[in-house]
């Protein structure tokens, strides 16, 4: 057998828990050997969990003595930055959790020193894995949709209602919606329909917040509305919000395509509604469109995605799996951290635009 990946993950989360360290065990390819964590007692329960030899309370003493190929960083979005670089400079592989950094400068470093030292990097926006999104990917690709008019993508949650502290509404580590659910959004943008050229944003915080000490937080934003001029042709509207009551318990999201040629419709709850996908074409009405079976892969497609979301991101090419992929074969991945630097110059336009009230250009 040949010898497994050594990785290195920073964060011991629920997110780390649910996806990123089961989806690691169940490839053979690759051995966590090492798990780091401000709470040495949260993460020697993970490192039990999952079979992790070695814990670390300190990113940079396991990056210096964890013997790692790879570092996978699931850290809240101020970390981001320095932790990337710190495990580029000891030559490491990286996979790092969206927003990609807190500016399109710091961004823009990651991918630069990346590319410099000729190791792989992904930037991880979950959704674009989905198998109908991988579909509508192709068939505005394959010209379905001809030149394309206008799109909306919408990401509704209600979890900014909790009051309790959350550092993704500490305006000192995160931007609220805008990097959460809005660096989704873009890079759906960016994959299903291309580049956003420039933007008029609209951000609004509707409610207060603790912070760690108990007394009201305010400055990360918790809606968003932005409007887009696409570089090559087209419009989109982007609408975010953490503080919408939906049907799905967890999150909805709808994305609505209008060309020349024809008009497409999606929309998913996470647990309670299975993606549906509908086209229109020429005068006539949406039919609902079959998701072939090559991109559903053994998956129940009249089934939510919540439940399947493990079953999705262990088939190959899909998630963490195409980070290996990459490693091993020594070719480009996607979404990279190009991808995420592009996605991060958005969100700067989008507050530049808010603060300013007007038009801003993506630089």
Request: some cysteine; overall charge negative.
């Amino acid at each position: 057998m040949t010898e497994r990946i050594r990785v290195g993950v920073i964060g011991t989360s629920w997110w780390a828990d649910l996806h990123h360290l089961p989806q690691f065990a169940a490839d053979t390819r690759v051995q966590v050997v090492a798990i780091c964590g401000r709470n040495r007692e949260r993460a020697q329960a993970m490192a039990t969990k999952y079979e992790i030899p070695y814990v670390f309370t300190d990113y940079r003493e396991m990056i210096a003595q964890g013997n790692l190929q790879a570092i996978v960083i699931l850290t809240p979005d101020d970390e981001h930055f320095p932790m990337a670089m710190a495990a580029l400079d000891a030559g490491l592989h990286v996979l790092c959790e969206k927003p990609l950094a807190r500016s399109a400068a710091q961004a823009r470093q990651m991918y630069e020193r990346a590319e410099t030292l000729g190791v792989r990097h992904m930037a991880y926006f979950t959704w674009r894995w989905l198998p109908h999104y991988r579909y509508i990917h192709d068939l505005v690709a394959q010209g379905e949709l001809g030149r394309l008019y206008h799109a909306h993508f919408h990401f509704m949650a209600g979890n900014g209602r909790n009051p309790v502290y959350s550092w993704r509404f500490d305006p000192k580590r995160a931007t609220g919606v805008l990097g959460d659910y809005g660096s989704h959004m873009i890079d759906l943008v960016g994959y299903l329909v291309g580049d956003i050229g420039r933007v008029h944003a609209q951000l609004a915080i509707n409610g207060p917040r603790n912070g760690p000490d108990g007394r009201p937080l305010y400055g990360a934003w918790d809606t968003a509305t932005i409007l887009a001029e696409l570089r090559y042709g087209g419009q989109a509207a982007i609408e975010l919000s953490a503080v919408a009551r939906t049907h799905d318990p967890a999150m909805e999201q709808t994305v609505i395509l209008h060309g020349e040629a024809g008009s497409l419709t999606a929309s998913f709850g996470l647990f309670t509604a299975a993606p549906k996908v509908q086209l229109a074409k020429g005068d006539g009405s949406f039919q609902d469109l079959a998701i072939p079976a090559h991109y559903l892969q053994g998956l129940n497609a009249a089934q939510p995605v919540g439940p399947q979301m493990g079953a999705i991101f262990s088939q190959p090419a899909n998630g963490s799996r195409s980070f290996v992929d990459a490693i091993l074969t020594g070719q480009t991945v996607a979404p990279s951290f190009y991808e995420g630097w592009q996605v991060q110059r958005v969100i700067d336009a989008a507050i530049v635009s808010h603060e300013r009230g007007g038009w801003v250009d993506v630089a």
